[in-house]
Structures are given as structure tokens and as C-alpha cells.
């Protein structure tokens, strides 16, 4: 399933709240999921390898439009074939020519040949988003002087975003913004939750036909092989899959019959991600496997009902060591909570003051809580994952969590 250009995921009155509340007029951001989020176009030069040519600028003034700067060639070859989202506008860069912004350098039509659709309606785009401009900084001067900021404070999200506001502005006051923007990321829109449902169903489905077939594909390659294709089938795009505790894909090894074994599978959709763990059994497992795996379902069960608003990351991984204890449990599982949404993992690392953060969990949130066992011995790897909404009251799975455990 592909990205979708005309809807952008940004709830622009939080990101307002908490660009005021943290001291920032505009936000320039350069990375790829950011410019994504802002705009709903995921930058074409990106898929290409290369950085630092395309931006998303968000201002504070939730009347003013989300500017996405990018090269007239890339636009006219990507982003013009389908609508701009609503409240987004495109500004161009031709390339230098002299002190005035540059005409549109280049259209791939040849002279006297009719007008196909697709190029009729490129050219209108591209011709529509003039003026251009001569220089990426140029855009960005252009951009904030039109907000009226010329020496304010600035966030930016990578060093290339950085030097485009000092070159653009030098008196500008660029500020690190990228936690900010982790924090306006942090409460998902319903249509981010309801894409994050069905990445989740595609992708597990395919963890699940993938793990019924673990025995005869035989192999750690051969698994993840056939994970990749279910998820591509099913509509997502492949991220990975953590098999036996191993994650990295040069490394292979047989399925061992009697084992258990850990599947963790990564997949998205228009960029939003599913995250889901299970342990398979491959044969008949070691008692003690199946004790360990089972008391770590059971503590799951029993933590989950107690997320809900207003519990911190340090209380859950409390929480859950408290249950085993009480089972009188001495196993290993780290119960370690990470929010998921445009990246498997994109929490904020710091609060707003700059200080160090607890994360607490508010409404809207999507939260993972890893509860792998901490421990990969002769009797194999064991792993339970599931997505969790943070409600109003509590929480909810966005998807089903039963078949804790897969019999191969």
C-alpha cells in the first residue's frame, strides 16, 4: 500500500500547543518521516540516497500554510502527479541562475509531441507552485520572512535543516527540535490509529502463516524470506524479523526440532508500523521452555489491563517485574515499553525542559512492551509482543493478542 501525498498525519493544534509551550515560532525538518508527517510526501530524493534538499517548514500560526521545499525536478517527477494535502504548499528550487529565481529547468516532453495526461497535469503543478527559487536557502529565507520570522527561535531536526536556517537567517536562533517533534508524534490522529490497525493485521498474519510454516522452510533465511513476501502480499512493506535472537539477515541457521523459538516481525504501512512477537514451538518443547513461556503470557495478561493514562515507562517495567515476583518467578523479562507509529521506536528522550524523561502515557498513544525472555539457551528463545492503545480510562489491543503460543 502506498504512501498517501494528499493527507498529512500532523495534528496541527498540538503541534501549535507544544511549539509555543516549548519556544519555538517554526520548525525546518529535513528528515524523511518528519517531512512525511508534515506534508504527507515522503521526500522522492530520499528514496534515492540523497539528504538535505528537500524540508517541511510547520509554523506556529496554525493559519499558515506548511511549506514543502524540494527540487522543481523531483517535484515535477513525484509530488506533482498527485494532489498536495490540504494547508500544504510547495516551493520549488530550480537552481542558480544570477540573483533571480530560475525558470523550470526541465520537462521531459518532447517539442511537438501532444501533451499525455500525466504530463499535462505535471506541468500545470510545477508551473503552478511558482515563484521559484534559485537556492534551497533562498526558499527557506523566503518561507520564514513570510511568517514574519526573522531572528526568532527556530527548531531544526538534523544538521542539514540547521545550516539552511543559519545560511538563510543568520540571526536566527536554531534550536535542536528534534524531541519536539517526537513529542507532537506521540498522540496519533484516528486516521494514524486506524492505519496502525492495519499494518498491525497484515502484519501479523503474515508472522502467523510464516511461523505455521517455520518447520519446513527450515531455515532462518528461508523464514525471513517468506515473512518479507506475506507482508509485501498483504499490502505492508518489509522492515524485519527477529528469529531466534537473531536479528541481522547475513546470518542463517537450521530450526532445530524440540526448540522453541522467538519470532519478532516488523512491517509498515503508508509508513506506520506493526510490531508483534510470539514464540513458536518446533516439536516437542523441554517442560521448563514451556513453563518460562507460559508464565510470561500469564504476566502479560495481567499487566496489560494496568496501562492507562498517567503511568511512566519506569512504572510499567515495575509493574511487570512485581507480577513475576508475586508467581514466584525468578525468569528474566525486561517488560520494556517503547511507543511505535512512523518508526518501530520514536519516544522522545527528553522532555520539553531538556531534562531527561520518565515517559508517561496519555491518550492516543500506541505503545509496544517488549517482554522477551532474557536468555537463549539449549531450550531456545521465547518473546511476547503485542500494540496497545492508550484509551481516555486505559488501554486496548489494536489488534488480537491470543495464540501467545504457535505450534510449528
Known amino acids: 500500500m502506498p504512501v498517501n501525498p494528499d493527507v498529512t498525519g500532523i495534528d496541527r493544534s498540538r503541534a501549535s500547543f507544544l511549539m509555543r509551550k516549548a519556544g519555538f515560532d517554526a520548525l525546518v525538518l529535513e528528515q524523511a518521516n518528519n517531512v512525511y508527517y508534515a506534508t504527507g510526501i515522503l521526500p522522492a530524493m530520499t528514496r534515492l540516497g540523497f539528504d538535505?534538499?528537500?524540508?517541511?517548514?510547520?509554523?506556529?500560526?496554525?493559519?499558515?500554510?506548511?511549506?514543502?521545499?524540494?527540487?522543481?525536478?523531483?517535484?515535477?517527477?513525484?509530488?506533482?502527479?498527485?494532489?498536495?494535502?490540504?494547508?500544504?504548499?510547495?516551493?520549488?528550487?530550480?537552481?542558480?541562475?544570477?540573483?533571480?529565481?530560475?525558470?523550470?529547468?526541465?520537462?521531459?516532453?518532447?517539442a511537438g509531441e501532444p501533451l499525455t495526461a500525466k504530463e499535462q497535469n505535471r506541468q500545470n503543478e510545477t508551473k503552478a507552485a511558482a515563484p521559484y527559487f534559485q537556492s534551497t536557502h533562498n526558499a527557506v529565507k523566503s518561507a520564514l520572512e513570510a511568517l514574519k520570522i526573522t531572528s526568532d527561535n527556530i527548531g531544526y531536526d538534523t544538521m542539514y535543516a540547521r545550516n539552511v536556517i543559519e545560511r538563510a537567517l543568520p540571526a536566527a536562533k536554531a534550536r535542536d527540535a528534534v524531541d519536539l517533534v517526537k513529542h507532537i508524534r506521540l498522540i496519533k490522529t484516528a486516521r494514524e490509529i486506524t492505519l496502525m490497525k492495519e499494518a498491525s493485521q497484515a502484519n501479523i498474519a503474515a508472522a502467523l502463516k510464516t511461523a505455521s510454516s517455520m518447520r519446513s522452510l527450515g531455515s532462518l533465511r528461508n523464514i525471513r524470506n517468506h515473512f518479507n513476501a506475506e507482508v509485501s502480499r498483504l499490502g505492508n512493506r518489509p522492515g524485519f524479523l527477529v528469529i531466534n535472537g537473531s536479528i541481522d539477515e547475513a546470518y542463517d541457521e537450521d530450526i532445530v526440532e524440540g526448540t522453541t523459538v522467538l519470532i519478532d516481525g516488523v512491517s509498515s504501512r503508508a509508513g506506520y508500523h506493526g510490531d508483534y512477537g510470539r514464540t513458536v514451538f518446533v516439536g516437542e518443547p523441554s517442560q521448563r521452555m514451556v513453563h518460562k513461556v507460559k508464565t510470561i503470557g500469564l504476566a502479560w495478561d495481567e499487566l496489560r489491563p494496568r496501562l492507562k493514562p498517567g503511568m511512566r515507562f519506569s512504572e510499567i517495567r515495575a509493574n511487570g517485574q512485581a507480577?513475576?515476583?508475586?508467581?514466584?518467578?525468578?525468569?528474566?523479562?525486561?517488560?520494556?515499553?517503547?511507543?511505535?507509529?512512523l518508526a518501530h521506536t520514536e519516544q522522545p528522550i527528553h522532555g520539553l525542559d531538556g531534562a531527561l524523561?520518565?515517559?508517561?502515557?496519555?491518550?492516543?498513544?500506541?505503545?509496544?512492551?517488549?517482554?522477551?525472555?532474557?536468555?537463549?539457551?539449549?531450550?531456545?528463545?521465547?518473546?511476547?509482543?503485542?500494540?496497545v492503545l492508550i484509551t481516555e480510562d486505559g488501554s486496548e489491543p489494536i489488534h488480537d493478542v491470543g495464540n501467545q503460543i504457535i505450534i510449528a
Open 357 to 387: 524523561l520518565d515517559l508517561q502515557l496519555q491518550p492516543g498513544m500506541i505503545i509496544s512492551v517488549d517482554c522477551p525472555l532474557m536468555e537463549n539457551g539449549s531450550g531456545g528463545t521465547a518473546h511476547l509482543e503485542d500494540l
Open 323 to 341: 507480577i513475576l515476583r508475586k508467581m514466584g518467578s525468578d525468569i528474566h523479562v525486561p517488560f520494556n515499553p517503547h511507543t511505535v507509529g
Open 52 to 110: 538535505g534538499d528537500s524540508f517541511a517548514i510547520i509554523p506556529r500560526d496554525q493559519a499558515a500554510p506548511i511549506q514543502f521545499i524540494t527540487p522543481q525536478f523531483a517535484y515535477y517527477f513525484s509530488s506533482a502527479d498527485v494532489d498536495m494535502a490540504p494547508g500544504v504548499q510547495a516551493m520549488l528550487v530550480t537552481g542558480p541562475q544570477g540573483d533571480n529565481a530560475a525558470d523550470p529547468f526541465f520537462f521531459a516532453h518532447p
